[in-house]
Structure formats: C-alpha cells, structure tokens
C-alpha cells in the first residue's frame, strides 16, 4: 500500500530523513520542534516494529503448524488456535490504520469547539467536550496546546480552539467533525428539570510547512488584547493574545496561548494559514466533506451523536448506529470504538 500504513519501505525512507534532520548542528535549539519530530520519529519505528512483529508471528505459527502435522501432535492444537486468535486481533488492529488513505491523515489537527443552543449549559457542555478530546489526545500519546479558548459568563467555555500534535491526528479526529448532543439533568437549574445541549466540533489539518500559502500584510486585520481564562502567569497582565482577520475572506483566528505578542501572531497566522488552504481546496476541487465535513448549526436535529445521562445512560452515534451505555468511559476519552465504526462505515460507502 503506497504510502499508507503498510508502506514499509516509505516509512523506512522517513525514519532515515527524520534521523538525519535529528543529527543536523542545532537540531535542539528549537525544543518545541525538536520534541516533535523525535515524537514522529519514535512513532514511526513503532508502527515498523509492529508489522515486523506481526510478520514473524505469522512464521512462527507456520513451523508450529508444520511441527504439529509431521509428528501428529494433537497437544499443539490449542496453542495454535490461541496463537492464531491472537494473530487475527493484531491484524485488525494494523488493518484499521489502513483507513487512514487521504493526504493529511498523517498530519496535526487543529479542532475548534463552539457552544450551541442550550445557554450556559451549552458552554458547560462545550468545556465537558473539551475536556474528553484532551484525554483522548492524552490516551493516543499526543500533545495537545489549548491556542484560545473563550469562557462563558457562568461556567464552561463559549468556544475553544487546540492543536493536538500527533501521527494520524487528523485521521482520527476527523471522525468526530460535527454537532453533539448531550441530554441530563441541568446543574444549574434550581428545578433539576432535563435539558437538552449542543456543541460544534470542527477539525481541520495542520498543513506542513512546504505548503506556500501567502498572506499579503494588507489583507491582514491585527488586534491585540490580554490573555483571559483562569490561571497563567501572564493572564490579564500583558496585551499578548493576538487575533488575526484575513480581509479579503473574513476568517478570523486568536491565539492566546505564548507568552508573546510575536509567538502568538506567528501561531495563529499559521492556523489561518491551514484554514485558507483549506478553502482553497473546498473551492478548486469540491472536496468539503472529504476535509472537514460539512458545517452544520449546533442545535435540533443537526447532531452527528448524542450523549444520553438521563433518564437513561447512553452514548449513540447517528451515522453508525454504534452506541455504548459506558458514558463515563466515553466522556474520560474512550473514543476508539466511535471513530473506528465510523471510518469502516466511510470506506464501505465509497467502494
């Protein structure tokens, strides 16, 4: 599979580059960069270290196999039939990533949170839901950086953007592109009665360096402000979040997550730099859903999932079907089982 996740030979290329760009003089320098590519490189030679393993596994069965058959002994039989279990959930779980075919499956994503209907339950929502993707990048051993985050005037967040560090990153999140719904008992409903909540997820890639997006200084709109939210040395203390609005197509994007004017403008030009791309592909080759999916309103009847915690305990995901009574787990981040329903569910409709 070229290029995918059983290109070894591809991926062998990349461990050599990656090793080489480790040995340059002042590698180091940059620490944030350089913990990132050691990250990519270790994750690499993990995935080559899994389907050698796997290979092995299948040689290893074959001569037990033969072994058995030529002294016709029936006591190997069960070792066999365990070995061989085995052998068949380690190749579903190396045959998932095979789903992970588009260009930036590979790549960092950049996931942005929006409270819906719902009033300042929605925001307390928003901030539940932020909270999952934070430990689910937690569990799949990505870093994760809140860049702006909006808090709400009671509690939770109105809106919240990460960028989340990791290889297949945006494969897998693309998955949870959409509106989700939560249905419980209000905490800040003196009645206790039940009320309904919507957030919006969107996932867009990191798009690499090589990438030439220009961005003419005069297109851009430039505001500075002080950090907010909770905490943080420099919160409300300095004028460094930054905020960009690119003229000509009224994207805007803030960061407030360094410490410096310099290094938040140059985060969030490179987010605007991804969402521009972005467009231009969703114009040049009519691929949105491909992409992003398509954007929907976080209210009634838009909800790609829905997060039951009364009356009854229930996780279902409406494109699949795929559902859980295990709420707990699926909001501490337990999201493999969701997205993985849903990518086999993507690649069966297209073949």
């Known amino acids: 599979m070229q290029g995918g996740y059983f290109d070894l030979a591809g991926k062998g290329d990349q461990v050599k580059a990656l090793k080489q760009e480790i040995n340059q003089p002042g590698f180091w320098n940059d620490q944030e960069r350089a913990v990132l590519f050691s990250k990519n490189l270790e994750a690499l030679e993990s995935e080559i270290a899994q389907w050698e393993h ?14 058995a058959q030529q002294e016709n002994d029936n006591s190997l039989d069960q070792e066999l039939q365990t070995r061989y279990e085995k052998l068949i959930k380690e190749f579903a779980d190396l045959e998932f990533l095979t789903l992970f075919d588009q260009e930036y499956d590979q790549s960092n994503a950049i996931i942005s949170l929006h409270a819906g209907t719902g009033g300042v339950d929605a925001q307390d929502w928003t901030e539940m839901l932020q909270r999952m993707y934070l ?46 719904r939560l249905v419980r008992i209000s905490p ?32 851009l709109k430039v505001e500075f402000s002080r950090s907010s939210g909770p905490g943080g040395q420099n919160v409300n203390k300095t004028s460094s979040a930054v905020r960009l609005v690119h003229l000509p197509t009224k994207i805007a994007v803030a960061c407030q997550s360094e ?53 009854y305990q229930l996780v279902k995901d409406h494109r699949t079907n795929y559902e859980t009574s295990d709420t707990s787990a699926v909001l501490d981040g337990n999201l493999n089982d969701f997205i993985q329903a849903y990518l086999k569910l ?4 297209k073949q």
């Not at 796997?54 to 033969?66: D, N, P, R, V």
């Not at 985060?267 to 992409?291: G, P, S, T």
């Not at 993507?346 to 409709?349: A, P, Y």
């Open 259 to 311: 410490r410096s004017q310099h290094q938040n403008r140059d985060k969030a030009l490179q987010v605007l730099k991804a969402k521009l791309y972005q467009l231009q592909q969703e114009q040049a080759q009519q691929q949105k859903k491909d992409i992003k999916g398509v954007v929907k309103k976080a209210e009634w009847g838009q909800q790609i999932r829905s997060y039951v915690l009364h009356p």
């Open 188 to 219: 800040f409903d003196g009645e206790a009665m039940r009320q309904t909540s919507f957030a919006l997820l969107e996932v867009i890639p990191e798009m690499p360096e090589s990438k030439n997006i220009e961005i003419r200084d005069e297109d």
């Open 54 to 67: 796997f290979q092995s596994q299948i040689e290893e069965i074959k001569a037990l196999a033969i072994t």
């Open 346 to 349: 993507v690649k069966q409709n």
């Open 135 to 180: 430990r689910f990048a937690e569990k799949m051993n990505w870093q994760a950086e809140i860049i702006d985050q909006t808090m709400g005037n009671e509690a939770g967040i109105k809106s919240s953007m990460i960028k989340i560090n990791g290889r297949w990153a945006y494969g897998y999140l693309k998955a949870e592109a959409g509106v989700h």
